[in-house]
């Protein structure tokens, strides 16, 4: 089993950062994909970043638009979300994600273990 708790969120103006961190325990995948996904009241679970286990490769949802960086610290069994020029439509609840295996995928199916969520709120 695989835990994952994330920290980082907060309320923030338009146009601020945030970063968010998502530190996993047990039997931690250093070695698999990781993701964040967010989910605005009444909206689907949305992709907003993926990064394989090795760091190199990372996806991103269309809507980041080079406004956000995913980073992972294997040493510390960590994965970054760092949001800058946030928008109000940026607010939703921000869950991380592992996998068993594989690399990073968009896909919110893919993944197997789920962080409880820490809420991010843009005020305009």
């Known amino acids: 089993q695989v835990q994952l708790v994330e920290s980082g969120g907060g309320l923030v103006q338009a146009g601020g950062s945030l970063r968010l961190s998502c530190t996993a325990s047990g039997r931690t995948p250093s070695s698999s994909g990781m993701g964040w996904f967010r989910q605005a009241p009444g909206k689907e679970r949305e992709f907003v970043a993926s990064i394989s286990g090795s760091g190199y490769i990372t996806y991103y949802g269309d809507f980041v638009k080079g406004r956000f960086t995913v980073s992972r610290d294997n040493a510390k069994n960590t994965v970054f979300l760092q949001m800058n020029s946030l928008q109000p439509e940026d607010t939703a609840v921000y869950y991380c994600?592992?996998?068993?295996?594989?690399?990073?995928?968009?896909?919110?199916?893919?993944?197997?273990?789920w962080g409880q969520g820490t809420q991010v709120t843009v005020s305009s």
């Open positions: 994600a592992a996998r068993s295996y594989g690399g990073a995928s968009t896909n919110v199916n893919m993944y197997d273990y």
